[in-house]
Every structure is written in C-alpha cells, then in structure tokens.
C-alpha cells in the first residue's frame, strides 16, 4: 500500500484521533502539520519526531485561518493531504443540565458549527486550489456514527453538523474528482480518546459492551482507515463514507 502524499495537515490534530493519525504518518516519514487551538498536547510527539510540526489557531476563526494557512501555502509548503477532524461535542449548559433543542440559543447552535462544518469547509476551499494545480490531493473529513443514528449522548447541534459533513464530502467530491482529488469521510463510532470522556464510564462500559468487536475504538483505528483512504488502494473511492465503530452500528 503506497501513500503518495507527502505533506499531510490534520486538524483537531493535538486531541485523541490527531494525535495518534499524526503519529502513524510521522512513522511513515511524512510531514505532519498538526493545527490545533491548542497544541501543548503534541509536545512529546515534537519531542520524538521531527517531521511534525504544529499551528496553534482557534478554527472558528476563520480570518485567521486564511491568514496563517494562506502564510503556509505561500511558503510553498503546501498539504497535498488534508485530515478535518477537529471537532467540539458540547452536552451541557452551563447549569450543567444536557442540551435539547429547545434550551439551545442560537449563539450556541451557531458556535458548534462554525468548529464542526464551517471550519472543514474552509480548510477545504483553501487547500484545493494547490491540489488542483498538482492533479493531486487526498482528503479524509471526520463525521460520525451520530450523522447516522441522531446520536447517543451527542445533542442535536453535533449530530446536525456531522450530517452536514457527509453532504459536503459528497458536494466537493463530484467537483474535484476531475483533478485527481478524492474527498471521503469517516464515522467513527465511539473512539477512547477525551472527547468521550465528558460522560460517565459507565456510560462508555455501557457503550463498550454494545460493540460486536468487545471494545472501544482506537485512535490507531481510525488512522489506519484514514491511510487506506490516502493510499494507492483507495484510489477509485470518492464521495463515500467508511464506518470505524467496531460493529455498534450496522444498520442502512
Ligand atoms: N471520539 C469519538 O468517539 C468520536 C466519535 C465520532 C466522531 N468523532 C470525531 O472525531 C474527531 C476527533 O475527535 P477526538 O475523539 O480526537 O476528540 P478530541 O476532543 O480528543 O479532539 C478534538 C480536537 O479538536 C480540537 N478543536 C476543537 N475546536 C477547535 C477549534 N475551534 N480550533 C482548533 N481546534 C479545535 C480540540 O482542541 C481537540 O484537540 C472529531 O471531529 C470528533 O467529532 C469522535
């Protein structure tokens, strides 16, 4: 299995599923780009590996992401592969009773999905021109097992916003396929890694004991199933989506 990508950008890339997709494609002696709002938990990676770097930008913010991913293009560095997985599942309101739609401002509905769909999206339509102009370009957004089932404990901004993601991998896929740019999407299922763990563990034992497969997934997991989707074998894949949950979740 040949990846021909050698500059692969990963964002939410300090959080659990970043962290260990970066780390399997540093081993491969790629270039990893990890950016983050917060990059602290990557310091150990930066320690081991030297072909990973980090940028620390706050996604919603997304004049500021144009500037410093505009900056990093310029420089001729730019990602031939792209990684959108930073993602933010808030539950609770801040009297810390759970979210339903109808306690939900709009500021707050708003807030998930600039992180959870309008950063995707722009980190998409900033690196595309650079693909296009190499006829080449590998990109894996990270949706969820939520955008099929309406979701276990997420609340509906996420599971909304996740739904979104596999209708713009479809959208950008038939644009850009002539180019020789595949556009896919992964729903992982329930992952150990922090975003899980704002619940009980009993809720995540619970989870766990629902798995076919007698387990949580893997940050490894994923990362594998993201370099099968950026290698030679998943050439012919666009458009589609893979699901990583172990067996949760089969349904149509
Ligand atoms: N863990 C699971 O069970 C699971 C299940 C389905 C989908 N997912 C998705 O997988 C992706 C990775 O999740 P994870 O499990 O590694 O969670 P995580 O919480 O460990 O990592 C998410 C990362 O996104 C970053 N992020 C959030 N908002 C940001 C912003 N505004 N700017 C920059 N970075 C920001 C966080 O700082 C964090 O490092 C997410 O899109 C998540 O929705 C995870």
């Known amino acids: 299995m040949d990846i021909r990508a050698q500059r692969i950008l990963i964002t939410g890339g300090c959080g659990g599923i970043g962290l260990g997709t970066g780390e399997y494609f540093a081993k491969l002696g790629k270039q990893v780009i990890l950016v983050d709002r917060s990059t602290e938990a990557a310091s150990d990676l930066m320690r081991r590996f ?14 500021a992401v144009d500037r ?11 990602p031939d592969a792209l990684v959108n997985g930073a993602g ?7 009297d810390g009773k ?4 109808w306690t939900m401002p709009m500021s707050h ?17 900033l690196l595309l021109p650079s693909m296009i102009a190499n006829n080449y370009g590998r990109i894996v957004n ?7 089932t309406g979701g276990g404990v997420a609340p509906v901004h996420y ?20 180019y020789n740019i595949t556009v896919n999407a992964i729903n992982p299922g329930r992952i150990d890694t922090p975003m ?8 995540n034992a619970a989870y766990a004991a629902r798995i076919p497969l007698g387990r949580l997934g893997t940050p490894l997991d994923v990362a594998h199933t993201i370099a099968y989707l950026f290698s030679d074998h998943a050439d012919y894949l666009t458009g589609t989506t893979i699901e990583v949950n172990g067996g949760l979740f089969m349904g149509p």
């Open 50 to 63: 030297d072909n990973i770097s980090c940028i620390e930008l706050d996604l919603a913010d997304h004049a």
């Open 68 to 78: 410093r991913i505009g900056a990093l293009i310029a420089s001729g560095e730019a």
């Open 88 to 94: 933010w599942s808030p539950k609770y309101d801040e």
């Open 98 to 101: 759970t979210w339903k739609p």
């Open 109 to 125: 509905w708003s807030a998930v999905m600039a992180v959870n769909v309008d950063a995707s999206f722009n980190m998409c339509r």
């Open 142 to 148: 990270i949706a969820s097992l939520a955008a099929r």
């Open 159 to 178: 599971v909304t916003g996740k739904a979104a993601i596999l209708g713009m991998t479809k959208g950008i896929a038939k644009d850009v396929g002539q």
């Open 196 to 203: 899980i763990r704002d619940v009980s563990d009993e809720v």
